[in-house]
């Protein structure tokens, strides 16, 4: 029985040796203005889909360019919608926005992703990975090839990318990294990539655009992307517990629905990639330990064992009695100790008394002798008769 929980205890050692402990996700809009509205649904559909899945707020960080639901053309303010049935308002009530507006550059971008964020940034707005961590980079916008722009101000290049991925796996930020990215040109991007366990997954070849998906006339605006559209369809036929690989996943947005062909990179990875779970990436199962339920109880009686109390009354007695045992020895000492001194002061009491009254006896007698040389006297008539023997000297002896 001992050998068979040993080998079950080394195959779970194996099993979160090679399997990872958590899950990270960082959602990027780099687009602003009201007519790239497509690019903040785009973004908030998948945000949406990896909470569903499991993906706590804590663990994502969202970046929009642009505050669509916000912004005065929106006919219906502090609402996103990505289908023009308006069924879903994807931005509701629950959504953590964590770098918005002007926030959104690439410096920030890569600063999060590789922990090198400045001094008071609070956790909530920073990715704490380890190398257990699995993360999910997915970025949507205007590009071209080799860059992929930031709010029409600045961009980030190709290898400016690759070289932040490298600093993630040299600082052991992640075991594995799925990079997801929607823009015109998207598979320019994923050229430099170099570093192990990056899987790369683009809407359109380096010759390609990437298209929207419809517009909704009550607004004047595509409000999805194809690629983004299509994949959240994929999306949302799974749930946590899901077997479905990244192979099927490749397969969600054919060139007869995206209308470019999108490319995937796997051969950074170490194992098959094709065989690895959506959910590894896309969702979080947190592992629980089922226990039994404690026995139902009636009354408080029950909860207890009357012989407990018996045992330990019994033992409160006998440490009452090695206490009362131990104090008896203790006054006992304290009293000798006590009598010894008592009878040490009485010795020096007597020993005292005798020697004062020797000296007394020794002071009459000289003083006697001083009285009778002075009166040629040998008398010692003041003595007390009996006290000392009457005895007759000369003036000459």
Request: charged residues 25%; contains cysteine; proline residues 3%.
């Amino acid at each position: 029985m001992n050998l068979f929980y040993q080998l079950i205890c080394v195959v779970q050692f194996v099993a979160c040796i090679y399997s990872h402990t958590n899950n990270w996700a960082i959602l990027v809009d780099t687009s602003k203005f009201w007519f790239n509205y497509r690019h903040v649904a785009n973004v908030l559909s998948i945000y949406r889909s990896i909470k569903r899945l499991g993906i706590p707020d804590s663990h994502i960080i969202l970046m929009l360019a642009d505050d669509a639901a916000c912004n005065p053309r929106n006919p219906r303010p502090a609402t996103i919608y990505h289908n023009s049935n308006q069924k879903i308002n994807i931005y509701g009530d629950d959504v953590e926005v964590d770098y918005r507006g002007y926030e959104v550059t690439a410096e920030n971008f890569i600063r999060i992703l590789t922990g090198r964020v400045k001094d008071g940034t609070p956790q909530s707005k920073q990715m704490l990975l380890d190398e257990n961590s699995n993360v999910l980079v997915y970025m949507t916008g205007h590009g071209g090839v080799g860059f992929l722009k930031f709010q029409d101000t600045h961009e980030i290049s190709d290898q400016e990318l690759a070289d932040t991925f490298q600093q993630m796996y040299q600082k052991r930020r992640y075991k594995s990294l799925l990079f997801v990215i929607e823009t015109c040109k998207a598979a320019s991007m994923l050229s430099y990539i170099y570093s192990p366990n990056v899987i790369g997954f683009a809407a359109a070849r380096n010759d390609e655009d990437s298209y929207s998906h419809h517009s909704d006339h009550t607004i004047g605006v595509h409000v999805i992307d194809r690629f983004s559209h299509y994949m959240l369809e994929f999306l949302e036929t799974i749930d946590s517990y899901s077997k479905v690989t990244l192979a099927k996943f490749f397969d969600c947005c054919p060139f007869s629905k995206c209308h470019s062909h999108t490319v995937h990179r796997t051969d950074l990875y170490s194992g098959d990639a094709k065989s690895v779970l959506v959910t590894d990436f896309f969702g979080s199962v947190r592992p629980a330990e089922i226990v039994e339920s404690p026995p139902q109880y009636k009354t408080i009686d029950d909860l207890f064992d009357r012989n407990m109390f018996t045992v330990y009354h019994e033992e409160l007695e006998f440490r009452s009695r090695e206490e009362s045992r131990k104090n008896v020895k203790k006054i006992e000492k304290i009293s000798e100790q006590v009598n010894m001194i008592e009878r040490k002061k009485t010795d020096d009491g007597t020993w005292f008394a005798v020697l004062v009254f020797g000296g007394l006896l020794i002071y009459i007698g000289v003083s006697a002798y001083e009285i009778n040389s002075r009166h040629k006297t040998a008398s010692f008539e003041f003595i007390p008769h009996g006290l000392v023997s009457a005895t007759c000297f000369s003036p000459d002896q």
